[in-house]
């Protein structure tokens, strides 16, 4: 053979040696593929009932990690109707017919006992525009429940000051694989139909003691803090917690959305849900609502006509500052100026005055929102025959909470051993959440006064000082009462 034509021989025996290892890897991997798709398949067609029973934001563990580890995706569309035996959801737990079936599937059965055993709380509620609030029924309204870890805020009340706080520690924030949805109005009448039956200790329905509303940034989070130090084995306190503001709000702050009924229904089945506990030393319950909450105060006071509550506020000049303690060029995002595009009573309270919405400055903007929140307080505590108390921050504004706000109008037992705990929280900074060793809280309010601009001043001067000095009246009025 030839030098040449051995060249070419082993040239295309070399080809065909390529080409036979190609076809054996390409036969190899497909074996392999429909190998793993067959495995695949097996594990789905044993766990589908698993999976489609809680939903897509709460499944079972072992499954999500092994749909994790093939990367594989749960088709969207095909997800949006799961099946529970012949009852369809979308990613919903069908409550009643979990626990009217409980052979269907165990794991669904599970999360609805936790629900109505008070294992699982609630943390959020979903309404959409599906949902709908009439004067004494709602529809289409989803909660989402959550174990909580309340333990962790009333061993260090500062270091956990916000709902956030808790739900984050207790592995329950947004994308958590361990919520669970459910429809509310379901959901209630489920829980009251237990809770009438129960023969067992547990759960409780706590004692709602009282509730603190507030212009912001004037001390609520230090009556919180106080709130769950005065007992914290018995006391349970809920500072800003979503469930609550959502249902306040539900109808808008002039209610043209529904009524204040309904919103007032709405609140109470959610606050029922909050209020149950399945620890049997829990006794006392407790919010602290977020400050915008106050324009639609009438709500709580349908819903709650026997409950006391106070409005915390602040001078004028302090409370603008605090609100605009960022840069100027953020002062647009700041929350007292973002609710010129939001508010309506905003706009109606700018409406009233000389002012055009044009021609106001941001600073302006701050004081007339801090402005509706204490006319709306303002309205309600001359109308509560004593159940209202307006409350101004001070720096000794932990001893009022002590000797007055407590014991006197919350109703709540203040011994030597709480007095000294709420004291020791006192002197912490209550939003401190472990970034300083000491987080000693230190009094501001000289500091904002000399450094508030002229803007400010003069926002304040025209747009919140008139409604600041009607509560002191009602205040100095209400304290020559008691005395």
């Known amino acids: 053979m030839t030098k040449m034509r051995r060249k ?18 390409g036969v190899s991997t497909s074996c392999c593929f429909l190998l793993l798709l067959y495995i695949v398949s097996a594990i789905f067609s044993t766990s589908s009932t698993s999976i489609d029973s809680i939903g897509g934001e709460a499944e079972v563990g072992v499954v999500k990690t092994i749909k994790k580890r093939l990367g594989q995706q749960v088709n969207k569309q095909k997800d949006t109707s799961d099946t529970l035996g012949n009852i369809k959801f979308k990613g919903i737990l069908p409550m009643q017919r979990s626990l009217a079936d409980t052979s269907i599937n165990p794991d669904a059965t599970k999360l609805a006992r936790q629900i109505l055993n008070a294992s699982l709380h609630l943390i959020n509620i979903q309404i959409n525009n599906h949902s709908s609030i009439k004067d004494d029924s709602y529809k289409g309204i989803i909660a989402e429940f959550c174990s909580l870890n309340f333990q962790l805020q009333k061993d260090d009340p500062p270091e956990l000051p916000m709902f956030r706080d808790v739900v984050d520690k207790s592995h329950c924030g947004k994308g958590s694989n361990h919520i669970v949805k459910v429809d509310l109005k379901e959901a209630v009448d489920l829980v009251r139909e237990f809770d009438e039956s129960n023969t067992d200790n547990l759960p409780t329905i706590l004692d709602l003691k009282g509730v603190a509303f507030h212009e912001s940034r004037c001390g609520s989070t230090l009556a919180a803090n106080s709130m769950m130090a005065l007992n914290p084995s018995k006391h349970r306190v809920y500072s800003e917690s979503s469930p609550p503001v959502i249902a306040l709000r539900a109808c808008g702050e002039d209610y043209s959305n529904c009524s204040v009924e309904g919103s007032a229904n709405l609140l109470k089945d959610v606050i029922y849900l909050m209020g149950r506990s399945n ?14 909450t106050t324009r639609t105060m009438g709500t709580f006071r349908a819903a709650f006509p026997t409950t006391p509550w106070i409005f915390l506020y602040r001078e004028p000049i302090e409370v603008i500052m605090s609100q605009l303690d960022i840069p100027s060029k953020h002062i647009a995002q700041a929350n007292c100026v973002r609710s010129k595009q939001s508010s309506p009573l905003v706009r109606q309270f700018i409406d009233k005055s000389e002012y055009s919405y044009h021609d106001l400055l941001n600073e302006e903007f701050c004081a007339i929102h801090l402005a509706t929140l204490c006319e709306s307080a303002l309205h309600h505590l001359e109308d509560a025959d004593g159940l209202g108390m307006a409350v101004k921050y001070s720096p000794d504004l932990v001893h009022e909470f002590l000797d007055m706000i407590f014991p006197i109008h919350f109703h709540t037992v203040v011994d030597s051993a709480a007095r000294e705990r709420v004291l020791q929280i006192s002197g912490t900074y209550s939003k401190n959440r472990g970034k300083q060793a000491a987080g000693e809280f230190k009094n501001d309010s000289e500091e904002k006064l000399n450094k508030a601009s002229d803007e400010i001043k003069n926002a304040a001067a025209d747009f919140l000082t008139p409604s600041f000095e009607r509560l002191e009246e009602f205040r100095e009025g209400g304290e020559d009462d008691a005395l």
Do not use: T, V
């Open 8 to 25: 070419i021989y082993l040239s295309g025996r070399s080809h065909q040696q390529k080409i036979k290892q190609s076809i054996i890897i």
């Open 279 to 292: 620890d049997p030393n829990e006794e006392n319950l407790y919010f602290k609502f977020q400050s915008a």
